[in-house]
């Protein structure tokens, strides 16, 4: 395409988020869309941002993300319609962006055990579909959380917050591969003449004539030299953390912060960089028995890894076909948790989950490299603490200040760590005890209420699930514009008013769905 000629859009970011938007607006042939992405071409090859560990690559975080595919409460989302006056984020319409953006594809997997409504899946490019092979602690699991936390198996892609599943995934299910967002709209849009890819193009700067944008500065990490593509209008998909962090490098953001490190301010925007969310877990440890797979064992038992690899290679089925997380519950604990501690978890909607409970084969702590584990692990799902995004360096390659506000609130340190200690104990029943003989983190000696909250706070993690700092709302007008200048858009994780309640790649690619339809409609753009 012509190097002169101002695209019509210009998105910054590959993701979920970017990708769909892109494939979306390219699909008028008049359009002519270009598309940057700081990291590689290569989904095979992804560089995630290792300071906080968001995906880097064509394709985003669907390229080193879990696979887990959910979509959670549907408050959510009639929440959402209300805060950002946009009703196209109500339930309902997401629903249809649920669905145009999926496909489910059936797989070999006994139907009894998968409690799954197909028909929230539409046509859409992006594969999901079941586990091929269940790891020896599954059923158990759900059969245990479904018991002692009286939860129903459901799945959690029909407008379900509440429940216990085993949960599907964005995967290929004919050869068990992923499914990102390149595969899927990536691939579709990537021949189109009117569409354009540049990876490893690092914007470093939103250029504004005034206060309209008009064009972003990158760096070609291949080659070293700073390009600008001027555009008409300009959309941001670079991630919850990645966007909030552009715009401020380009001097939209909070006034004093931009002053504070010598940017010249565009637009004093102070929601810009605020309300980051996030799912925040503290693990358990089990050394676990040799029935079940782990990781561990595909690397360091032979016969297991063999087993492994003629199965994956028999039917991609086995412990390489699958990721490493299956099962997971989703509740809400006893209101008296919360008494003296203010009304904002006793007052979500009741879809709305507390915790998540999971588990992982993957191993989480490096000190335990020698054993083969399991890692329970409790989240957060609904946190009233809220953290930011600032920065303290004009230079793009600095990381941004990145406060994520994990359990922040007294309510919040109490919920998780009721949930620490219920999980905990459900792993002494006789039912999963067996597959957990001997705890390892935090250890059979942590007992106290202090040594199980130092334990919490050693134990602690992101569950990478940025969302919400750069809000639809607050931040942003009902149609994704950046109050106060002309030509700028934010879509994906960071215009989230606020977090969904499972895994948010599905809504991620709904988010992107949705704004493309209204940047299309504001715009007259045919999308065909
Ligand atoms: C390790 C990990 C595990 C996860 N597991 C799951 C899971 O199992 N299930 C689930 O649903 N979700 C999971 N997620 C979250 C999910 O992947 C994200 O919510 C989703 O990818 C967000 O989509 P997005 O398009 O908003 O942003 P992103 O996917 O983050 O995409 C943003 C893109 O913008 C690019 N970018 C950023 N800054 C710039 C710049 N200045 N110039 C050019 N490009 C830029 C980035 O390189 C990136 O490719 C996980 C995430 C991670 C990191």
């Known amino acids: 395409a012509p190097q002169n000629r101002p695209a019509d859009y210009l998105i910054v970011g590959g993701g979920p988020s970017g990708l769909v938007v892109a494939e979306q607006l390219s699909r008028d042939p008049r ?3 270009v598309l940057l992405e700081a990291g590689p071409d290569s989904s095979l090859d992804p560089l995630p941002a290792p300071e906080v560990w968001q995906g880097r690559a064509l394709g985003g975080g669907s390229v080193v993300n879990g696979m887990g595919y959910c979509r959670g409460a549907q408050s959510v989302f009639d929440e959402w319609a209300l805060l950002s006056g946009n009703e196209g984020l109500s339930w309902e319409s997401m629903f249809d962006a649920f669905k145009a953006t999926t496909h489910f594809q059936e797989d ?54 509440i429940g216990v599943t085993e949960q599907v995934d964005a995967i290929r299910a004919g ?45 070609d990490t291949l080659t070293g030299s700073f390009n600008t593509i001027r555009a008409r209008e ?15 490098l380009s001097g939209v953001g909070p006034a004093d912060q931009l002053e504070a ?61 699958i990721p490493d997380g299956n099962v997971f519950a989703a509740f809400r604990i006893p209101d008296s948790v919360f008494d003296g501690l203010g009304d904002y978890h006793v007052s979500l909607p009741e879809d709305r989950p507390h915790i998540l409970h999971a588990y992982t084969t993957a191993p989480f702590r490096t000190e335990f490299a020698n054993y083969s584990t399991i890692s329970p692990f409790t989240a957060l799902v609904q946190p009233e603490g ?59 000696n942590v007992t ?57 790649q599905g809504t991620a690619y709904a988010l992107g769905y949705r704004a493309a339809m209204d940047i299309a409609a504001a715009d007259g753009v045919h999308i065909l």
């Not at 360091?300 to 991609?316: I, L, P, R, S, V």
């Open 31 to 33: 359009k002519h869309v």
């Open 108 to 161: 070999v997997h006994p139907a009894d055990q998968v409690a799954i409504n197909q028909s929230s899946f539409g046509d859409g490019p992006l594969e999901i579909t079941t586990q091929r092979f269940q790891l020896a602690l599954d059923r158990p699991f759900v059969d245990k959380l479904s018991s002692s936390l009286d939860l129903t198996e459901i799945d959690f892609v029909s407008g379900y917050g």
């Open 175 to 219: 050869n068990r591969t992923r499914s990102s967002a390149w595969t899927s709209f990536g691939w579709l849009a990537a021949n189109r003449p009117n569409f354009e890819v540049r990876h490893n193009a690092w914007a470093s700067k939103i250029e504004f004539t005034g206060k309209k944008a008009d064009g972003v500065t990158y760096n």
């Open 234 to 248: 300009i959309v941001v998909a670079a991630g919850a953390i990645g966007s909030p962090h552009l715009l401020m």
């Open 261 to 321: 490190v010598g940017i010249q301010v565009v637009q004093d925007s102070p929601q810009v960089g605020q309300n980051l969310l996030d799912h925040h877990y503290v693990q358990l440890v089990y050394e676990t028995i040799p029935e079940m797979g782990t990781t561990w064992q595909l690397e360091h038992n032979e016969t297991a890894a063999q087993e492994a690899e003629a199965e994956y290679a028999a039917n991609g089925g086995g412990l390489k076909g």
């Open 386 to 444: 809220a953290g930011n995004i600032t920065i303290n360096s004009s230079d793009y390659r600095d990381m941004p200040v990145i406060n994520s506000a994990s359990w922040a609130t007294p309510a919040d340190r109490a919920a998780i760590t009721y949930a620490y200690k219920e999980y905990r104990s459900l792993f002494t029943s006789p039912e999963l005890s067996p597959y957990a003989p001997v705890e390892l983190f935090p250890g059979a």
């Open 448 to 504: 106290t209420d202090d040594e199980i909250w130092d334990a919490i706070q050693r134990g602690s993690g992101s569950f990478h699930h940025p969302m919400g700092s750069v809000a639809i709302g607050s931040a942003l007008d009902p149609n994704w514009r950046v109050h106060g200048v002309a030509g700028l858009r934010v879509v994906g994780t960071p215009a989230a008013p606020n977090l969904v309640t499972c895994h948010p």
